[in-house]
C-alpha cells in the first residue's frame, strides 16, 4: 500500500483545513485507517481512526468534536476535515493503514505510513 497526503497549509486560528489521503496498492476498501500527526519536539500522536467501511470512528479528546474522518473507497482516499484549528493542532499529520485487529490509537499498529503534510495553525 502506498500512501500520499495532501492538504497541509497555513491557516489562522480558528479556520478550517481537509487533509487527503490518497491510496494505491491492495485493496484500500478491506482496511481500517487513521491520522497521526507530530508536533515539533513531541512524540507522535494519535488524531483518528476509521474501520473499512467507515461506519466506525475513533477521535483523540483534543480533537473531538472540531475534526471529522472520513473515507471514499470507491475513490481509495480518506480525509480529516479539521475545523476551528488551534495553534497547538500545529503539527506534521501523516496517514496510515491498519491491516491487522488492535488498538486503534496505537501507532504501532499501523502498517503502512504516508510522508506526512504540515499544518500550520497561527494565532
Known amino acids: 500500500v502506498q500512501l500520499q497526503a495532501s492538504g497541509g497549509g497555513l491557516v489562522q486560528a480558528g479556520g478550517s483545513l481537509r487533509l487527503s489521503c490518497a491510496a494505491s496498492g491492495r485493496t484500500f476498501s478491506s482496511y481500517a485507517m487513521g491520522w497521526f500527526r507530530r508536533a515539533p519536539g513531541k512524540e507522535r500522536e494519535f488524531v483518528a481512526a476509521?474501520?473499512?467501511?467507515?461506519?466506525?470512528?475513533y477521535y483523540a479528546d483534543s480533537v473531538k468534536g472540531r475534526f471529522t474522518i472520513s473515507r471514499d473507497n470507491a475513490k481509495n482516499t480518506m480525509y480529516l476535515q479539521m475545523n476551528s484549528l488551534k495553534p497547538e493542532d500545529t503539527a506534521v499529520y501523516y496517514c496510515?493503514?491498519?491491516?491487522?485487529?488492535?488498538?486503534?490509537?496505537?501507532?504501532?499498529?499501523?502498517?503502512?505510513w504516508g510522508q506526512g503534510t504540515q499544518v500550520t495553525v497561527s494565532s
Open positions: 476509521i474501520g473499512w467501511s467507515g461506519g466506525v470512528t
Open positions: 496510515a493503514v491498519r491491516v491487522g485487529l488492535g488498538d486503534a490509537r496505537d501507532p504501532e499498529k499501523y502498517n503502512y
